[in-house]
T-cell receptor
Framework: DVKVTQSSRYLVKRTGEKVFLECVQD?????MFWYRQDPGLGLRLIYFSYDVKMKEKGDIPEGYSVSREKKERFSLILESASTNQTSMYLCASSLDRGPSREQFFGPGTRLTVL | GQNIDQPTEMTATEGAIVQINCTYQTSGFNGLFWYQQHAGEAPTFLSYNVLDGLEEKGRFSSFLSRSKGYSYLLLKELQMKDSASYLCAVRDHSGNTPLVFGKGTRLSVIA
């Protein structure tokens, strides 16, 4: 079974803090993704990565950065957290080969910025 | 631009059949996915269609018409545990391009 884990299920931070969200997958997947999910807006892609040290901007990268130093780990960084970054953050991973290359999701981190 | 439309909410009765529709307008097409997401949990993969037609997997089936930009997810013999959000997603180019997700359909199954 593919397992995607995220460092925290719930996180509360203050405005202006630097926040790190960690994601680890154990199935040697090449691709990793960070989404945020908000009511009425669905899943929106923040950043993704095809390989170690590679990153690509998604639809809403502003206010975020990412790091992929190892294949199994993809970190999302909020440089200076703001209240509009309160959301559910979902990490996903997928193979870069195979017929469907479906994405497997982690359990999510519900971040509240006060 | 990319656009994926699905109904916001649906309600159906336990034991019945429900069809959740999804229409898409994307710059390209390389597969359509359905995910199930229970409240507070991660989305889980249900089905994948890349060719026209019906894919059946137990109580769940998914249909695709590429010429119409249309898919549906069919759930038979509904159970209370099927109450969840159902997300339609499209891969719009070949390779490893990320999926584009619809906003999801929240299905409530009532007794």
């Amino acid at each position: 079974d593919v397992k995607v884990t995220q460092s925290s299920r719930y996180l509360v931070k203050r405005t202006g803090e630097k926040v790190f969200l960690e994601c680890v997958q154990d199935m040697d997947h090449e691709n990793m993704f960070w989404y945020r999910q908000d009511p009425g807006l669905g899943l929106r892609l923040i950043y993704f990565s095809y390989d170690v040290k590679m990153k690509e901007k998604g639809d809403i990268p502003e206010g975020y950065s990412v790091s992929r130093e190892k294949k199994e780990r993809f970190s999302l960084i909020l440089e200076s957290a703001s209240t509009n970054q309160t959301s559910m953050y979902l990490c996903a991973s997928s193979l870069d080969r195979g017929p469907s290359r479906e994405q497997f999701f982690g359990p999510g981190t519900r971040l509240t910025v006060l | 631009g990319q656009n994926i439309d699905q109904p916001t909410e649906m309600t159906a009765t336990e034991g019945a059949i429900v069809q959740i529709n999804c229409t898409y307008q994307t710059s390209g097409f390389n597969g359509l996915f359905w995910y199930q997401q229970h409240a507070g949990e991660a989305p889980t993969f249900l089905s994948y269609n890349v060719l026209d037609g019906l894919e059946e997997k137990g109580r769940f089936s998914s249909f695709l018409s590429r010429s119409k930009g249309y898919s549906y997810l069919l759930l038979k013999e509904l159970q209370m545990k099927d109450s969840a959000s159902y997300l339609c997603a499209v891969r719009d180019h070949s390779g490893n391009t990320p999926l584009v997700f619809g906003k999801g359909t929240r299905l409530s199954v009532i007794a």
